[in-house]
C-alpha cells in the first residue's frame, strides 16, 4: 500500500487491547473536532466528531475525549482489532460557522494479532 | 467504498506541465472539497464548492483553480507544476455545505511531477 507519512508517531498494540490515540491541537478557538482513520492507499475515513461544549462522545467501539484547558484531544478505541490498524488524524475547525480544517500529522496504530 | 470516485488513480508529468483532476461526489452531495496529502505538509485542506460555488478557501497555491459544474461534477486544475506539487490529491463530498456534514473521501490521485 501506499505511505500516508513518514515519522509519523507509532502506537503498537496487541488485539483484544484498548487503544488511545492523543493529539494535541493549536487553536484555543477551535469548536469543532473530528478523528479520521486512514489506511494504507486509501481516503480518510470519518470515524467520530465532537464538539468544544462537550467534554466527552461515544461511537461504536471507539470514544473521543476533549480536554480545553490543555487543548487536548484523545480517541480510544476498545477491544483493537487488526482492521483497526490505519493512521489516525485529528483535525479541528477554527473557523466557527466557515470551513477552516486544519490536520494533524497522524498516529500510526499496529495491532498485533 | 465511499461513493466518491476520482480520476486518474496515477498521474505523472513534468515539472511546468498543466493537469486536470476529476472528482465524482456521491450521489445527491451538494458540496466538494480537494485536500492535498504530502509527506512533508501532511493532509491540507484547498477549497470548497457548495451546489457550484466556491465556498470556502485554504492552503490553495494561484497555480491551482478548482471548479464545481452544474452536474455537481468538480475539476482541480494545477498548473506550471512544480516537484513540490507531488502528492496525493483527495476529493472528499459531503450532502450539504456545513463543516459538521460528514465528509466522505474518494480513493485519491497520486501526482508525481518529475
Known amino acids: 500500500g501506499e505511505s500516508v507519512g513518514l515519522h509519523l508517531p507509532t502506537l503498537s498494540v496487541q488485539e483484544g487491547d484498548n487503544s488511545i490515540i492523543n493529539c494535541a491541537y493549536s487553536?484555543?478557538?477551535?469548536?469543532?473536532f473530528i478523528w479520521y482513520k486512514q489506511e494504507s492507499g486509501k481516503g480518510p475515513q470519518f470515524i467520530i466528531d465532537?464538539?468544544?461544549?462537550?467534554d466527552k462522545r461515544q461511537g461504536q467501539r471507539v470514544t473521543v475525549l476533549l480536554n480545553k484547558t490543555v487543548k487536548h484531544l484523545s480517541l480510544q478505541i476498545a477491544a483493537t482489532q487488526p482492521g483497526d490498524s490505519a493512521v489516525y488524524f485529528c483535525?479541528?475547525?477554527?473557523?466557527?460557522?466557515?470551513?477552516?480544517?486544519?490536520f494533524g500529522k497522524g498516529t500510526l496504530l499496529t495491532v498485533n494479532p | 467504498d465511499s461513493g466518491v470516485t476520482q480520476t486518474p488513480k496515477h498521474l505523472i508529468t513534468a515539472t511546468g506541465q498543466r493537469v486536470t483532476l476529476r472528482c465524482s461526489p456521491r450521489?445527491?452531495?451538494?458540496?466538494v472539497y480537494w485536500y492535498q496529502q504530502s509527506l512533508d505538509q501532511g493532509l491540507q485542506f484547498l477549497i470548497q464548492?457548495?451546489?457550484?460555488?466556491?465556498?470556502a478557501k485554504g492552503n490553495i497555491l494561484e497555480r491551482f483553480s478548482a471548479q464545481q459544474f452544474p452536474d455537481l461534477h468538480s475539476e482541480l486544475n494545477l498548473s506550471s507544476l512544480e516537484l513540490g506539487d507531488s502528492a496525493l490529491y483527495f476529493c472528499?463530498?459531503?450532502?450539504?455545505?456545513?463543516?459538521?456534514?460528514?465528509?466522505?473521501f474518494g480513493p485519491g490521485t497520486r501526482l508525481t511531477v518529475l
Open positions: 472528499a463530498s459531503s450532502v450539504a455545505q456545513q463543516i459538521t456534514n460528514e465528509q466522505f
Open positions: 487553536n484555543s478557538a477551535s469548536d469543532y
Open positions: 465532537i464538539r468544544s461544549n462537550m
Open positions: 483535525a479541528e475547525n477554527s473557523g466557527g460557522s466557515n470551513y477552516k480544517l486544519t
Open positions: 450521489s445527491g452531495d451538494l458540496s
Open positions: 464548492y457548495y451546489n457550484g460555488e466556491e465556498r
